[in-house]
């Protein structure tokens, strides 16, 4: 049965302070996906990550992508009170589907 | 200028009833889902078109039925509602070049 496990699966981390929230899979991928979630609203997609080794930034946050180990991981760099919000890997995982992780839930503590 | 755009965006019904939601995108793409977020924030995907053509059916229960009248529009049929239906229901689109999907802004189904 194909898992999708993000940890840790809620985080409250102070402004300033750098984190690391980490996406295992139990199945073969070569792409890996990264969407934002804030409370009541819709995903908005962050990152792709299209093959192995694949790292990619966008302001505080980075991705990157590990196929052999079957990790992804997103890191926050200096956290501010804006990033708070619920963040989900997802991959397609050999099939034209996405599945998605359980979510992490990030709360950023002034 | 919405890209994907989902009616209506709240709906609160009595268990037994019928009821739909519309979903379009004007991005020009050509396969759209339909996913389901239960009160765990848990999300799953239940259908997928391409082109109008059903190309993921997920094991749903067959009161659900999606219905693509042209590769813009998906929307979502539920009959006999059930109280387990009461999640919210994102829609999305893929562009196929960048390999990313865009969801709608859901709809929060409460089944009473």
């Known amino acids: 049965e194909l898992k999708v496990e993000q940890n840790p699966l809620f985080l409250s981390m102070q402004e300033g302070k750098n984190y690391t929230i980490y996406c295992n899979y139990s199945?073969?991928?070569?792409?890996l996906y990264w969407y934002r979630q804030d409370p009541g609203k819709s995903l908005e997609s962050l990152f792709v990550?299209?093959?192995?080794?694949a790292v990619k930034q966008e302001g505080r946050l980075m991705a990157s992508l590990d196929t052999k180990a079957r990790l992804s991981t997103l890191h926050i760099t200096a956290a501010v009170h804006d990033l708070s919000a619920t963040y989900f890997c997802?991959?397609?995982?050999?099939?034209?589907?996405?599945?998605f992780g359980t979510g992490t839930r990030l709360t950023i503590i002034p | 200028d919405t890209a994907v755009s989902q009616t209506p965006k709240y709906l609160v019904t009595q268990m037994g009833n019928d009821k739909s939601i519309k979903c379009e995108q004007n991005?020009?793409?050509?396969?759209m889902y339909w996913y389901k977020q239960d009160s765990k924030k848990f999300l799953k995907i239940m259908f997928s078109?391409?082109?109008?053509?059903?190309?993921i059916n997920e094991t749903v229960p067959n009161r659900f039925s999606p219905k693509s009248p042209d590769k813009a529009h998906l929307n979502l049929h539920i009959n006999s509602l059930e109280l387990g239906d009461s999640a919210v229901y994102f829609c999305?689109?893929?562009?196929?070049?960048?390999?990313?999907?865009?969801f709608g802004p859901g709809t929060r189904l409460t089944v009473l």
């Open positions: 999305a689109s893929r562009d196929r070049g960048t390999d990313t999907q865009y």
């Open positions: 199945t073969t991928s070569d792409r």
């Open positions: 990550l299209l093959s192995n080794g």
């Open positions: 997802a991959g397609p995982f050999g099939n034209e589907k996405l599945t």
């Open positions: 991005l020009g793409h050509d396969t």
């Open positions: 078109y391409n082109n109008k053509e059903l190309i």
